[in-house]
């Protein structure tokens, strides 16, 4: 696929949001090893377009979980608004996590010069006795839910609305969507195709729309120009490491110039350092090898101080 040309670049003192499907889990990780600033959304992994757009409304507006929020279901307490790994026995605990969280994502979204939009499907659940859209459904009956599809101009409409509001207080922020490559099957071939359609007219709708708004494609990468199963786990569904590498090349060619590209390399090698497990901790080679993993980070702190970097377990 061609090198899309874009009106600017992302470097390493950019803050960077990333709210979406689990490939905004992956960008954001990819982000996180190359040492940006980057902030992952408080609600974890969510597919469906408006809830996302709801997300960042909350978000913005702090609105705090309260107690009567949570849904009790199998042993542990869950919010309809938040990915499962958030769940907790015990709703206090967990109650002070969620807002806390909340509060931290409201100041790296409001200060954030990049928000990365990944966009799973179309299609989303709402509790019956509410009315309510879900986010997750956590495994609760399925009768207590509806199964709806959002129309490309609803969708417009609620993610219009939330970066109007972002906007107001930042002119400068930029929004990249995407749609991630995975396919939602249990969905139906035909379901899953119309959805995905859906989400990229939205995109493209909103991108024409907005000066501040572009468009990555994720989705056609592993769709149009992979083609072909080998690149997909052994569910023929979710992208191998080695296909979320060619993706991230391929972001790292569209959004970075010479300069961070050299220095996402550079962290690459010193990452390859220090992940690097010995049979014997103590041997001389592998105190070697971190005694070079030092003298390292030494050198790129002192060439790149724009920068600011932060290895587990490793310091200076």
Known sequence: MPILPTPFEINHTHKIFCIGSCFAEHMFQKFQQSQFKVTPSPFG?????????????AILDQDLILE???????????SMLHH??????????????LNQDLVQANAALIESDFVLITLGTSFYYRL???GKIVSNCHR??????????????????????????????????????????????????IQNARSKAALLLCCEILEKNFENVFYFPSYELLMDDLRDYRFTQEDMVHPTSQTIDYIWNYFEQVFFNDRTRLINLKIERLNKKLNHRPLFSEHP???????????????????YPEVNFKFKNFEL
Not at 70 to 75: C, I, P, R, S
Not at 146 to 172: C, G, I, Y
Request: negative net charge; charged residues 25%.
């Open 45 to 57: 992994i969510v597919f469906n377009s408006l809830s996302i757009a709801r997300q960042l409304s």
């Open 140 to 189: 609760l009956p399925q009768e207590l839910f509806t199964k709806e599809q959002a129309s490309v101009e609803d969708m417009v409409l609620s993610f219009s609305q939330m970066m109007n509001r972002l906007w107001n207080l930042d002119p400068h922020k930029k929004l990249i969507f995407t749609v991630s490559p995975v396919r939602y099957l249990r969905d139906g071939f």
């Open 68 to 78: 009567e929020d949570l849904v009790y279901f199998d042993h542990l307490y869950h």
């Open 128 to 130: 019956k006795d509410s």
């Open 84 to 97: 499962g790994s958030s769940s907790n026995y015990d709703p206090k605990d967990m109650l002070h996590d």
């Open 285 to 303: 080679s592998h105190t070697s090898l971190k005694e070079m993993a030092r003298d390292e980070l030494a050198q790129l702190k002192q060439n």
